[in-house]
T-cell receptor
Framework: RKEVEQDPGPFNVPEGATVAFNCTYSNSASQSFFWYRQDCRKEPKLLMSVYSSGNEDGRFTAQLNRASQYISLLIRDSKLSDSATYLCAVNPTPGTYKYIFGTGTRLKVLA | NAGVTQTPKFRVLKTGQSMTLLCAQDMNHEYMYWYRQDPGMGLRLIHYSVGEGTTAKGEVPDGYNVSRLKKQNFLLGLESAAPSQTSVYFC?????????????FGEGSRLTVL
């Protein structure tokens, strides 16, 4: 089993829709969870951190479910500009300072 | 603001040739990382460094070597390139390590090995 797994998609949704992605991790000791956004042929950029209490930034909400070992990203009122690949990142082993990424979930928002 | 700069941005190699990718950051970050990204595989960690003079193996270290002689630079070397090393390579740096620091990425280096 991979340390971090994501559904690659693509998720095709109409403008204005709500869409959610999950990212599962295998090591229950994992700490530090993040969502990154990557546009085509560009570098990844941090979208938001995922805290134990959840995190909301405008139309974006990230949550952590430690019992089921996954993090989620919810996008409300999707915009055309939200079309991108969304990567989750996890530090699977505390103290090792390394981040493992999922394969990414591709989102296409359609007009 | 330069941030993280990778050179070269594009390179074509023949099998067996060697080359070095340079990553430079001007943010005084302690932690630096090299990832490769292939279609359907996501970002995979090759090597990383938690400070000047230190390096550690990531998920896919075989065929690569790294050095961090200066805090601002992290070099990735391919001693004998193979077609399987055709990929996009991303360097990243972070102020904090596993505690929760944001990774800042360079623009990527596209390497083709023929």
């Amino acid at each position: 089993r991979k340390e971090v797994e994501q559904d690659p998609g693509p998720f095709n949704v109409p403008e204005g829709a709500t869409v959610a992605f999950n990212c599962t991790y295998s090591n229950s000791a994992s700490q530090s969870f993040f969502w990154y956004r990557q546009d085509c042929r560009k570098e990844p950029k941090l979208l938001m951190s995922v805290y134990s209490s959840g995190n909301e930034d405008g139309r974006f909400t990230a949550q952590l479910n430690r019992a089921s070992q996954y993090i989620s990203l919810l996008i409300r009122d999707s915009k055309l500009s939200d079309s991108a690949t969304y990567l989750c990142a996890v530090n699977p082993t505390p103290g090792t300072y390394k981040y493992i990424f999922g394969t990414g979930t591709r989102l296409k928002v359609l007009a | 603001n330069a941030g993280v700069t990778q050179t070269p941005k594009f390179r074509v190699l023949k099998t067996g040739q060697s080359m070095t990718l340079l990553c430079a950051q001007d943010m005084n970050h302690e932690y630096m990382y090299w990832y490769r990204q292939d279609p359907g595989m996501g970002l995979r960690l090759i090597h990383y460094s938690v400070g000047e003079g230190t390096t550690a193996k990531g998920e896919v270290p075989d065929g690569y070597n790294v050095s961090r002689l200066k805090k601002q630079n992290f070099l990735l070397g391919l001693e004998s390139a193979a077609p399987s090393q055709t990929s996009v390579y991303f360097c990243a740096s972070s102020y904090e390590g596993g505690a929760g620091g944001e990774l800042f990425f360079g623009e990527g280096s596209r390497l083709t090995v023929l």
